[in-house]
T-cell receptor
Framework: GEDVEQSLFLSVREGDSSVINCTYT??????LYWYKQEPGAGLQLLTY?????DMKQDQRLTVLLNKKDKHLSLRIADTQTGDSAIYFC??????????FGGGTRLMVKP | EPEVTQTPSHQVTQMGQEVILRCVPI?????FYWYRQILGQKVEFLVS????????KSEIFDDQFSVERPDGSNFTLKIRSTKLEDSAMYFC????????????FGEGSRLTVL
């Protein structure tokens, strides 16, 4: 299919790691992105990875890319209550347009 | 961090009215986009714009929609005759060829059509 798929919901305890998964569809995608959206707010670019990489680390965030399975994940270490938000993965296809997943709502319990 | 600025943050309009949403992209960006997000749903691509013309558009972007870059800085989305189903958050985004993949979004303009 043409959809970028994400699970709807993830709940973790403060201090634990969160792993948000995404499957995408286009093997020729050049970049893959993670955006964070807090209630009523815009899309904040968290991190992105070029398709020839399989891992990228940025402070508490680790992105893993499995091109063979078209699987992308975002790991948040030491998850805090301020990390509660909706997380969108997106793939950049031809023409530089992004196709978004439906978003994963992360709830962090104190 | 550089910012994409959108105005208005919220607009309420009557069905059938024209609406213009404005965006000031980051100054060195060359590619511009409009996306929309109906409440609780996915972020959907509307249109991309490069070199003062539309480079790609989705099925959503019908004849009621138009985009312009009238003065080399602002980037506008016009909806000629709004419908109830146009109620959504509209996001502007930009990308520059030297930006190594970074695609920044504005905070969005919430449009409510009554």
């Amino acid at each position: 299919g043409e959809d970028v798929e994400q699970s709807l919901f993830l709940s973790v305890r403060e201090g634990d790691s969160s792993v948000i998964n995404c499957t995408y569809t286009d093997s020729s995608s050049t970049y893959l992105y993670w955006y964070k959206q807090e209630p009523g707010a815009g899309l904040q670019l968290l991190t992105y990875i070029f398709s020839n990489m399989d891992m990228k680390q940025d402070q508490r965030l680790t992105v893993l890319l499995n091109k063979k399975d078209k699987h992308l994940s975002l790991r948040i270490a030491d998850t805090q209550t301020g990390d509660s938000a909706i997380y969108f993965c997106a793939e950049r296809r031809a023409g530089n347009m992004l196709t978004f997943g439906g978003g994963t709502r992360l709830m962090v319990k104190p | 961090e550089p910012e994409v600025t959108q105005t208005p943050s919220h607009q309420v309009t009557q069905m059938g009215q024209e609406v213009i949403l404005r965006c000031v992209p980051i100054s060195n960006h060359l590619y511009f986009y409009w996306y929309r997000q109906i409440l609780g749903q996915k972020v959907e691509f509307l249109v991309s714009f490069y070199n003062n013309e539309i480079s790609e558009k989705s099925e959503i972007f019908d004849d009621q929609f138009s985009v312009e870059r009238p003065d080399g800085s602002n980037f506008t989305l016009k909806i000629r005759s709004t419908k109830l189903e146009d109620s959504a958050m509209y996001f502007c985004a930009g990308y520059g060829t030297g930006s190594s993949g970074e695609l920044f979004f504005g905070e969005g303009s919430r449009l409510t059509v009554l």
